[in-house]
């Protein structure tokens, strides 16, 4: 079982920066792949970032790609979404996720587990 809490979410202004964290419970987040969904108001949850379970291996959505960058360090059970080059279309709700398999996925279903979600609007 693992649990994840999302922290770090905010206002910001278009142009700007805010970094989430995802700090997960259990021994064993070590052997987990970890990933990074939003939603949208209307829209269908979607996938960001995702990162192997050892980090070397990590994968964006385009709409993201060299903005938003997925980090995890295994030592503090927790992983992190840096966001530079904020949009207003980057606000949503934004989850994080584990799953136990090895490949990264960018399918809601095949996710086990799930934060609580930490709200990000991108507002001048």
């Known amino acids: 079982q693992v649990q994840l809490v999302e922290s770090g979410g905010g206002l910001v202004q278009p142009g700007g920066s805010l970094r989430l964290s995802c700090a997960a419970s259990?021994?064993?987040?070590?052997?987990?792949?970890m990933a990074w969904f939003r939603q949208a108001p209307g829209k269908e949850r979607e996938f960001v970032a995702g990162s192997s379970w050892s980090g070397g291996w990590t994968y964006s959505a385009d709409s993201v790609k060299g903005r938003f960058t997925i980090s995890r360090d295994n030592a503090k059970n927790t992983v992190y979404l840096q966001m530079n080059s904020l949009k207003p279309e980057d606000t949503a709700v934004y989850y994080c996720?584990?799953?136990?398999?090895?490949?990264?996925?960018?399918?809601?279903?095949?996710?086990?587990?799930w934060g609580q979600g930490s709200q990000v609007t991108v507002s001048s």
């Open positions: 259990g021994r064993t987040f070590r052997t987990y792949t």
């Open positions: 996720a584990a799953r136990s398999g090895t490949v990264v996925s960018d399918r809601v279903s095949e996710y086990d587990y």
